[in-house]
């Protein structure tokens, strides 16, 4: 059997896995201002869309992911040829809504793949799956790693499918965002009340950063630490606690709203590398997604992986 892995733009993984892996991207498209961008995963062409005064208005973006026909098109013209089984890795459906636009697409996608394959010369049935990964940006990446690798394994879809979605209520989100300011214009812009006016300023003031988590679909802070700096390598040292005591795949995934050397640079970073080189845990680092870095700031740091809850100690 044939089988395929689908992720939306905001999944937060390396475009090196992307290619090798033969992975289809679903994109969001970013306007700020007259710039638009659809992100199809190229670091590049983030990097260089989000300077000067487009990343100066950068939140007043609009973001819009793939149509329910879009999506439709997408796997009418090419994936229900290319696949037997497709699995499609949604941003949590809490905070986008690419997941239900793929859900519904779905419906309409089995009931009209028949003559296309037909066409092609195939009777074969053709099945898909849309899973909510109940979380953000690298923590997604996590279960797209998992799928691929249970795919090289030749392990089979109904195994595939009940292993992403148990997985999914298991993988943890973490992120700083260094600007509070930039991250509370942008949440009250897409209707997010839950940073007030007052933290926002008392933050920047005392250069205080969330720790924000996120599991199954819903997302809060869990520790404030004074400086970005700081709170990136508690955050980094946690998740090397998280290695040590065992994940439940052997991945990391890291991500930066910016060249990842800065996200090298930070205290801390080296001492995870070490921890998940030490316990044979692969680690997957990638610019974030156009998307993520209008949404919560430029300079953000995500840390995603898939382990029993515990307790973060800022």
Known sequence: MRI???VDSACDVPSDFIERENITI???????????????RNEEATLNFLTGDTAAQAYNAETTPYTVQQVHDLFLGRLVLDYDYVFCICTTRSRSGIFDNA???????????KPVRAAAGNATPFS???????????AVGVMAVEAARLRAAGEGAPKIRSRLEHLALYTQGYMVPPDLHYFRKRINKRGDKSVSFLSAALGTAL?????????????????????????????????????RAGLMTPTMCLSFGG????????????????????????VFESV????????????????????EPAKFEA
């Open 26 to 40: 679903l994109p969001v498209t970013v306007q700020i201002g007259n710039a638009v961008l659809a992100d199809m």
């Open 288 to 307: 974030m997604s156009l998307s993520g870095m209008v949404n919560v700031g430029q300079g953000a740091l995500v840390v995603g992986f898939a382990a």
């Open 207 to 243: 250069d205080i950063k969330p720790i924000l988590y996120c599991n199954r679909g819903d997302t809060g802070p869990v520790g404030k630490v004074k400086g970005f700096n700081t709170a990136a390598e508690k955050l980094f040292d946690f998740a090397g606690s998280r290695v």
């Open 103 to 113: 859900q519904q697409a779905s419906f309409t996608i089995l009931n009209d793949y």
């Open 259 to 282: 060249e990842l050397e800065g996200m090298r640079a930070l205290q801390g970073y080296q001492r995870l590398r070490d921890t998940c080189a030490e316990y044979n845990v692969e």
């Open 128 to 138: 898909l799956r849309v899973i909510d990964s109940q979380n953000v940006f690298a």
């Open 4 to 6: 395929g892995i689908v």
